[in-house]
């Protein structure tokens, strides 16, 4: 039987109303506040990462080391500008020039060696240039180290000092990605990195719960 045409608009009015929203997705190369952060979604990183890949928002990618397959599937997602953290010793143990694939691939990169000692300390200076580099990038961006230990301590700082995110959703944000504050190792031993990169303590933070 044939419905009527008001039934007919009732039923096309319910199917519009019972279909999800779209949610815009978050972009960190964009300027201007985030008042709620994307959730870190992680991603296979077998073959293409060493330990941990994950997506946050719509243009970050924080990762453990690459390989050659890893950035040639960012560049295909529109990556434009790898940013290492790891130290000239440790990229020595990598298995290509990281730097030169990327020129390669037409990808921007920016080298921020970063380790907690005397040659390579954590500093606010580190978060400034990396806000650079994001505000910068023609595109998507990748944050790496070695398996996103420091990458993770790095983006919190970042949130927190240049994206003025609350320290606490900051921090949560991180945890999810590979921050892990509450590391028996890490616990009273002296500042943190991420309060190294801002240059004072967080009283929350793993060595303050106790």
Not at 122 to 132: I, L, N, Q, R, S
Not at 151 to 170: D, F, M, N, Q
Not at 201 to 208: S, V
């Amino acid at each position: 039987m044939r419905l009527s045409a008001a039934a007919e608009l009732i039923i096309a009015f319910a199917a519009i109303a019972a279909r999800p929203l779209a949610v815009h997705a978050q972009r960190f190369t964009h300027a201007g506040p985030i008042a709620t952060l994307s959730t870190p979604v992680r991603l296979d990183p077998k073959d293409k990462f060493q330990n941990t890949y994950v997506h946050v928002g719509d243009d970050m990618f924080i990762a453990g080391q690459p390989t050659e397959a890893g950035l040639r599937e960012l560049k295909a997602q529109g990556v434009t500008t790898i940013v290492n953290l790891r130290t000239p010793p440790e990229m020595a143990k990598v298995n290509f020039d990281e730097a030169a694939f990327a020129k390669e691939l037409g990808m921007k990169y920016v080298y921020l060696p970063v380790r907690g000692d005397t040659l390579f300390p954590y500093t606010p200076a580190t978060v400034t240039k990396f806000a650079e580099a994001v505000s910068h990038a023609n595109g998507k961006v990748l944050l790496h180290c070695t398996v996103a230990w420091r990458a993770s301590h790095l983006w919190a700082a970042y949130l927190i000092e240049a994206r003025h995110v609350e320290v606490e959703a900051a921090l949560a944000n991180a945890r999810e990605i590979n921050l892990d504050d509450a590391d028996p190792m890490m616990v009273d031993k002296g500042p943190q990195p991420v309060e190294e990169f801002l240059g004072r303590r967080l009283p929350t933070l793993g060595h303050a719960q106790k």
